[in-house]
């Protein structure tokens, strides 16, 4: 998959993190993408700028490049997918605002997702296929046509 309009960026850790550089008025901003286990199959993504040694999820960086942002973060994505086939993508926003933004890509994006990867959304405790009418708090998303013989 091609994700176009995305920033270049640096992968690490067997694919678990990746880092690159927002451009825009504000200035170069880092940023980072990581990859964390939550049980034995699900891994939580995690997304935001680095600022001084952690990672701030919360900040709103307001560099007018959020469209290049959001394609780097899907191209980590199929690169983590394919480099750990199997696994399941949790995607929780961690807040509102990013919530009603997820809700939208995955609404906007939907056919091309589906070409790679079923999608599934949380309400709650309750897990169900990706449905543009609905409004979720969390999102799964899983490769499909796997090999698992490729499992690194």
Known sequence: M????????????????????????????????????KDALRWNLGF????????????????????RVISTVAKTVY???ETHPGRIIYIEPVDEKRG??????FKRKLAEIEQTFVVEGWIGKNKEPFNASREY???ELSRKNLNLANEK
Do not use: M
Not at 9 to 26: D, K, Q
Not at 48 to 64: F, K, P, Y
């Open 79 to 81: 690169e983590f997918s």
């Open 2 to 37: 091609t994700v176009q309009g995305s920033y270049q960026y640096l992968s690490a850790f067997n694919s678990t993190w990746f880092i690159f550089e927002s451009r825009g008025p504000a200035g170069k901003i880092t940023k980072v993408v990581v990859y964390e286990q």
């Open 137 to 139: 708090e969390a999102f």
């Open 100 to 105: 009603k933004l997820y809700n939208l890509i």
């Open 48 to 67: 935001g700028d680095l600022v001084d040694g952690e990672i701030d999820d919360a900040v709103i960086s307001n560099n007018s490049d959020l469209v």
